[in-house]
């Protein structure tokens, strides 16, 4: 292994910790290295004491149930991403997902697989539903259809099981808000990884929506992303690793982990203009509301 790959594989190093304790609104522990206890006890000792581990199909789900049954500072979403009700639906040829190949179950197979979320979304320690939405990076027309029959789905299990409702949206905001509408969104609703501008965060406040903002507002091109920052009502606004992805500057492309929170929480305390202490106060109480616990 050269060395530049070395250290591209090498944790980075732990931030100065925060005064003020944060949650991370949305982490993936099991996709991440060393163990949960491992991870939990890295984010703590710099001040990040909560998380929320979140699921992406069945199998991650009642990980994430079971991970917060065991853990009072974990807190579970559960959903179906959105790329995975297409693979459900039409089937995965090339076996992209952590599941391999597998042959499509049609409408079928999908009503099956939500019938588990709900039953996972309505337990205590699961807080929230999601991820959930729309993605249209990869998408063509019928995946995108079997996204949209999804997506109302868990806004309908959300609703009746009284939970948070956690968006994935990639390349679909105009659909994403469209569906929201029609179908009335649930109380609490937060766009993770939030990736619009600033005009997108006007119309998510004026609908009461949550912003979580993760380590691409650290990003040199991401402007519109802290444009919207700075628009965006203080109470609304969250913050997330999206562990082990999208880790804050200047470690953009090693490995995320809750831990690496106070290095978003200070870029966000900068775009504010407030001092981190005041940034980390409010996304402490916004989370905790935003996910009711």
């Given at each position: ?20 304790a ?15 206890e ?53 089937g ?45 990076f ?5 995946g ?150």
């Amino acid at each position: 292994m050269s060395p530049s790959s070395a250290s591209k594989d090498a944790p980075p190093p732990l931030p100065e910790p925060l005064r003020v304790a944060v949650a991370d609104s949305h982490t993936h522990l099991d996709m991440q290295s060393g163990t949960v206890e491992e991870g939990l006890a890295k984010a703590a000792s710099v001040g990040v004491t909560t998380v929320v581990q979140v699921g992406c199909d069945v199998k991650g789900s009642r990980w994430a149930a079971e991970t917060a049954a065991r853990y009072d500072n974990v807190h579970a979403a559960v959903a179906l991403h959105p790329n995975e009700a297409p693979r459900i639906v039409l089937g995965d040829p090339d076996g992209w997902s952590r599941q391999g190949a597998r042959p499509g179950g049609g409408d079928a197979a999908l009503d099956e697989a939500l019938a588990e979320i709900e039953a996972l979304a309505a337990l205590d320690h699961v807080k929230a539903v999601g991820e959930t939405g729309l993605d249209y990076f990869r998408t063509g027309p019928e995946g995108m259809a079997a996204q949209e029959r999804s997506f109302r789905a868990h806004i309908e299990i959300a609703k009746r099981q009284g939970k948070a409702l956690v968006i994935h949206d990639r390349d679909a905001h105009a659909d994403v808000l469209r569906v929201l509408r029609e179908e009335g969104a649930p109380e609490r609703t937060v766009f993770h990884c939030y990736s619009g501008d600033a005009d997108l965060a006007r119309e998510c406040a004026a609908a009461g929506y949550y912003m979580s903002f993760a380590g691409t507002v650290t990003f040199k091109n991401a402007a519109p992303l802290r444009e919207a920052l700075a628009v965006a009502p203080l109470e609304l606004v969250l913050v997330e690793t999206d562990a082990p992805y999208l880790t804050p500057a200047p470690y953009r492309g090693r490995p995320n982990a809750p831990y690496l929170i106070p290095l978003t929480v200070r870029a966000m305390a900068a775009v504010r203009g407030i001092d981190e202490d005041a940034m980390a106060t409010a996304l402490a109480a916004n989370t905790a509301r935003a996910f009711d616990y």
